[in-house]
């Protein structure tokens, strides 16, 4: 069964633009505070190019993710699950 928490970062992510669902692929991929079972510079690569391709800005300029306060908020709420939880979300995440 699907916990709480992961439901409810789902649903935050189903509520997210392109642009930030790319954004936290790429921050999940490159954090060392996710323990996910996929190749993450692979992922990485992937969503880097994704990304480059719809935001000017990330195109362009060096990020600062800090701004992005959704994303840091997400990203707060993976790094308090369990390692199943966590790749239940990049799962999903990765696949939409």
Request: hydrophobic share 40%; aromatic share 12%; glycine share 0%.
């Amino acid at each position: 069964m699907e916990s709480e928490k992961v439901r409810y970062l789902i649903d935050m992510i189903n509520d997210m633009n392109i642009k930030d669902k790319l954004r936290l692929a790429i921050c999940m991929s490159n954090s060392s505070y996710t323990n996910l079972k996929y190749d993450k510079p692979k992922m990485y690569a992937k969503f880097d190019k994704m990304l480059k391709e719809v935001d000017e800005e990330y195109r362009t300029t060096l990020i600062n993710f800090a701004k992005y306060h959704l994303i840091m908020f997400a990203m707060a709420k993976i790094m308090e699950m369990t390692k199943e939880e966590q790749n239940q979300v990049a799962l999903y995440l990765f696949n939409i």
